[in-house]
T-cell receptor, first 115, second 113 residues
Framework: EPEVTQTPSHQVTQMGQEVILRCVPI?????FYWYRQILGQKVEFLVS????????KSEIFDDQFSVERPDGSNFTLKIRSTKLEDSAMYFC?????????????FGEGSWLTVV | GENVEQHPSTLSVQEGDSAVIKCTYS??????FPWYKQELGKRPQLIID?????GEKKDQRIAVTLNKTAKHFSLHITETQPEDSAVYFC????????????FGTGTQLKVEL
């Protein structure tokens, strides 16, 4: 069964450093997302991406965050200057087209620890 | 703004019993309601979903019901097994929202032997 894959699985970074989280969505999917989950809390939407542009973003997704699809397979989340409160699990997700836009599949997550 | 409320926050049942988790949503234009199961440290895994044109959907021991008038939907797990123990999240997609999933706060289900 196709899966969304993410790297790294865990990253520890110093406050103020830049972080790039990488994702390979399911190959025939058209919609891509980033969500985050602070330990013990619910999953929160960050951003959705379709047709090479952001289609929606939440208030969490401020100017420190950016997304990119640098080639036909990768989808990245960049945090420019990390803060302690950015520590969370970041999930990449994707969904297909043709009426399946809403059926969203998640990757295993990248656990980010900011120290 | 969009809001999904989920109850209970914790649920403990005996193996073989049924478990019911309930959610309410705020936007009457929502049209898709998935349920995700999340084991500790793992990804949210889609277990069942329902669209707004259907009132009930069943997949083996799992069923979901939707009441559009009351704006609530429920997950029913019958004949619970220890491997059903996990956190369950309901979610809703609000139309015009870029396929943005809004999640409930989660229910920690514990199935006891």
């Amino acid at each position: 069964e196709p899966e969304v894959t993410q790297t790294p699985s865990h990253q520890v970074t110093q406050m103020g450093q830049e972080v790039i989280l990488r994702c390979v969505p399911i190959s025939n999917h058209l919609y891509f997302y980033w969500y985050r989950q602070i330990l013990g809390q619910k999953v929160e939407f960050l951003v959705s991406f379709y047709n090479n542009e952001i289609s929606e973003k939440s208030e969490i997704f401020d100017d420190q965050f950016s997304v990119e699809r640098p080639d036909g397979s990768n989808f990245t989340l960049k945090i420019r200057s990390t803060k302690l409160e950015d520590s969370a699990m970041y999930f990449c997700a994707s969904s297909g087209g043709g009426g399946l836009e809403n059926t969203i599949y998640f990757g295993e997550g990248s656990w980010l620890t900011v120290v | 703004g969009e809001n999904v409320e989920q109850h209970p926050s914790t649920l403990s049942v005996q193996e073989g019993d049924s478990a019911v988790i309930k959610c309410t949503y705020s936007d009457s234009a929502s049209n898709y309601f998935p349920w995700y199961k999340q084991e500790l440290g793992k990804r949210p895994q889609l277990i069942i979903d329902i669209r707004s044109n259907v009132g009930e959907k069943k997949d083996q021991r799992i069923a979901v019901t939707l009441n559009k008038t009351a704006k609530h939907f429920s997950l029913h797990i019958t004949e619970t097994q220890p491997e059903d123990s996990a956190v369950y999240f309901c979610a809703a997609i609000f139309t015009g929202g870029g396929n943005k999933l809004t999640f409930g706060t989660g229910t920690q289900l514990k199935v006891e032997l």
